[in-house]
């Protein structure tokens, strides 16, 4: 097959332009028809490949493709088409290390440091899956949120002369000689005399040189190709000169990793990993100084911009102040397009970074489905339940996300015969999760009908209500019934349940706009089958009197759905919902049955709107997200956290979301929920505002990092709806 011009068609990828060609083969910018997401497409010439080449490649690429690593570039597809092999990956666009260390110097300790983890991270990835890279060096290294003070994000990619550690050894030189082993160099033989199959050391020999080039600016050798090669075998190991914590760590690491004798190097990436993170906390010189060495015997000291990571509140200063320049030095530089390639030596090896204008493409990185992903293509989604402007029913919309917009589908309208006439869309639950099993998600409307609930969507049927509610509800006359309904796994076995909470006013009318509640509160559980749910039975009770929220979510590490009650502190006005205070969060574990009794904790707060529960800082356990409408301008983002003990509660505040500028308009009308909207595996923030009555709702949205503030912009507007935007209309994979 011939060299593909933009707008062709192969198999079901639309190729947009093409990014770098070589003898070997293209590299496309192309797009995924079928999961509807960009993606890099490299090619092989045809007449470059026969079928043992095309059976290796394909054999090569299905082994790293079952590499789980957050730091390693994803495999989408790889296939054979007209006798051309292609692999698709993600896309991704970020300066690699070699161009940010050119444009900006030397990255700052801390940022090295960092980077260089996340390499050994992916690197021990990929040996514990049998795999040696064979040519780890700056350029291999792509850096998404360069900028960021405290979470750049790094990838290794082009493992175009990777091999498995259970290949037979051809032996030969691989890689590029700045970062070469040196027993590449020796041509080392077992007993038998063949050569020695490639080791974790040979990548971590690479891993040392390229730390000692991201502080330096250098590489650790220099000269012609045999002098490079002889400084590999023989010259002293590269170190700093002085006598402070830093430098006579960093000097250790870089003896570990650059060791003449394979023997006495790391003999885990994981190792490396971890000291380098240990390496990250201690406060750097004001200068690193190089030892003298054979190719530069006057080394000039090198400033430290950065002694040392900044904390929480000095990195949102930094993000505070870079946020007024859209575009900053960092991200003016050269940007790549990283393609993990496949291949026998370095043939295929044609991923060279190109200057692309125009914004960063978001990429998802999340494994799985991304919380609240309706249609499958990783990025979380989010959905509303409006009334029907011409009010019959209620439209149900789920708004999808790229990472940077959100558009919303053509509205589905339920108008069951039970519900109200001028429903306003609390009896209509449209749910996101996996109900079926298959490690997808479904969307589920559950509507309310005269004896439970009919749902529908990737799943039909119906529900009756729990025969103890109907019970309880004959004993509470004169009273209002209240309810919720969500979903979660309570159970742990990876199918998606179905809950209702339950509470009853209080037969004061006047109480009860004061938000007093009597009797017991309850959550019921349908059990997920895969295929439908099961009859409810309880899972907890609890004291409902002075309830406010009631939140469900996983906070334990169990991977069992918990319960969390908010009781409500006696403010001022008393008929305030939304009061300011310490309020006792009571804390119910869950065993998959039923709940412990439960653990109180002092939450200071000062007025919520919204209190949902996810994984922002992507641990793999729930926090719980506050809406605080009492602090400053805005509704603040509080994030609690239980510790892994569960014997302490702290809470930070992350970022705000937008002050409507209409102040008449109740706080009811700005909801909160989450859904992971940017396929990085957390939890963000979306919230729903108007700025006056006249005009449009808009999503604004914050994302979620495991550090420092959330960074938040629209992402959507939609016309004005026909009635208020509560809590209850505005869903992720969570009730908000």
């Not at 959905?383 to 990472?403: C, F, L, M, R, Y």
Request: glycine share 10%.
């Amino acid at each position: 097959m011939t060299t593909l011009h933009p707008g062709a068609v192969f198999g079901h990828y639309r190729l947009d332009r093409i990014l770098g060609e070589g003898g070997m083969g293209v590299v496309y910018d192309a797009f995924d028809t079928k999961l509807e997401r960009q993606v890099a497409l490299k090619m092989v010439h045809a007449h470059l490949a026969d079928r043992q080449f095309i059976d290796m490649f394909i054999r090569e690429g299905q082994t790293l493709a079952q590499i789980r690593s957050p730091h390693i570039i994803a495999i989408y597809d790889i296939g054979e088409q007209q006798g051309s092999p292609f692999i698709v990956t993600q896309f991704i666009k970020g300066g690699d290390v070699t161009g940010l260390v050119r444009s900006n110097g030397p990255l700052a300790p801390h940022l090295a440091c960092l980077v260089n983890a996340q390499v050994a991270g992916a690197l021990h990835d990929a040996h514990q899956a049998g795999i040696i890279h064979q040519d780890v060096k700056p350029s291999n290294v792509l850096v998404r949120n360069p900028a960021s003070p405290l979470d750049p994000f790094a990838y290794l990619c082009d493992f175009g002369i990777a091999t498995s550690s259970t290949d037979s050894p051809a032996g030969g030189i691989t890689g590029t000689w700045n970062y070469l082993a040196p027993e590449y160099i020796r041509d080392e033989r077992d007993a038998q005399g063949r050569p020695i199959s490639p080791e974790p050391s040979r990548d971590i020999y690479a891993a040392g040189c390229m730390l000692w080039f991201t502080l330096t600016g250098k590489i650790p050798y220099s000269g012609a190709a045999v002098q490079v090669a002889m400084a590999h075998q023989s010259a002293p190991i590269p170190q700093f000169v002085g006598t402070d914590d830093w430098t006579k760590a960093a000097n250790r690491i870089l003896h570990l990793s650059m060791a003449k004798d394979r023997r006495s190097r790391y003999q885990s990436a994981d190792v490396f990993k971890d000291d380098l993170l240990k390496l990250r906390e201690i406060t750097a010189p004001p200068q690193l100084v190089p030892a003298p060495s054979m190719t530069d015997p006057n080394p000039a000291p090198i400033p430290v911009a950065a002694v040392r990571a900044p904390s929480e509140s000095e990195a949102i200063l930094i993000e505070e102040a870079q946020r007024p320049s859209k575009i900053t030095p960092l991200r003016v530089g050269a940007a790549m397009v990283g393609v993990a390639a496949l291949g026998v030596g370095g043939a295929l090896a044609i991923t060279q970074p190109w200057v692309e204008h125009g914004p960063e493409p978001i990429v998802p990185t999340v494994k799985g489905a991304a919380y609240a992903d309706v249609n499958g293509d990783k990025f979380g989604d989010v959905v509303t339940n409006i009334e029907n402007p011409d009010g019959k029913g209620v439209d149900v919309v789920t708004w999808k996300s790229d990472g940077r917009t959100l558009t919303p589908s053509k509205p589905v309208t339920y108008d069951d015969p039970a519900l109200p006439e001028d429903n306003d869309g609390s009896e209509v639950f449209p749910l996101c999760a996996d109900f079926t099993g298959d490690g997808k998600n479904s969307l589920i409307t559950f509507v309310r009908s005269e004896k439970g609930f009919n749902f529908h969507g990737d799943l039909e049927g119906s529900l009756k209500a729990p025969a103890g509610v109907v019970e309880q509800g004959k004993k509470m006359a004169g009273s209002t019934f209240y309810y919720d309904l969500g979903t979660d796994d309570f159970d742990g076995d990876g199918v998606a349940d179905l809950f209702m909470t339950t509470t009853f006013g209080n037969p004061d009318r006047e109480l009860d706009k004061k938000g007093r509640t009597v009797g017991t509160g309850s959550v019921w559980v349908y059990r997920g089958t895969g295929s439908g749910f099961a009859e409810p039975t309880r899972f907890a009770a609890y004291p409902a009197v002075s309830r406010e929220q009631v939140v469900v979510g996983e906070f334990t590490g169990d991977e069992k759905a918990d319960l969390l009650i908010l009781n409500r502190v006696e403010g001022s006005p008393e008929n305030m919902t939304l009061t300011t205070g310490t309020s006792d969060l009571d804390l119910y574990q869950g065993d998959g049955s039923v709940v412990a009794a439960p653990k109180s904790f002092a939450f200071k707060h000062q007025g919520i709107s919204s209190l949902v529960a996810g994984d922002v800082n992507g641990d793999g356990r729930d926090e719980i997200v506050a809406a605080e409408a009492g602090r400053g301008e805005g509704q603040s983002i509080t994030v609690g956290t239980f510790s892994e003990d569960l014997t302490q509660f702290s809470i930070a505040n992350r970022g705000k979301l937008p002050k409507p500028r209409n102040t008449l308009k109740t706080t009811s009308r700005y909801p909160v929920t989450v859904a992971d909207v940017n396929g990085d595996g957390r939890t963000d923030i979306v919230a729903a505002t108007q700025d006056t009555s006249e005009s449009p709702y808009a999503f604004y949205v914050a994302l979620a990092s495991k550090t420092g503030t959330f960074p938040g912009h629209m992402m959507a507007t939609w016309k004005k709806s026909p009635d208020d935007v509560r809590r209850y209309n505005l869903m992720g994979g969570t009730l908000g």
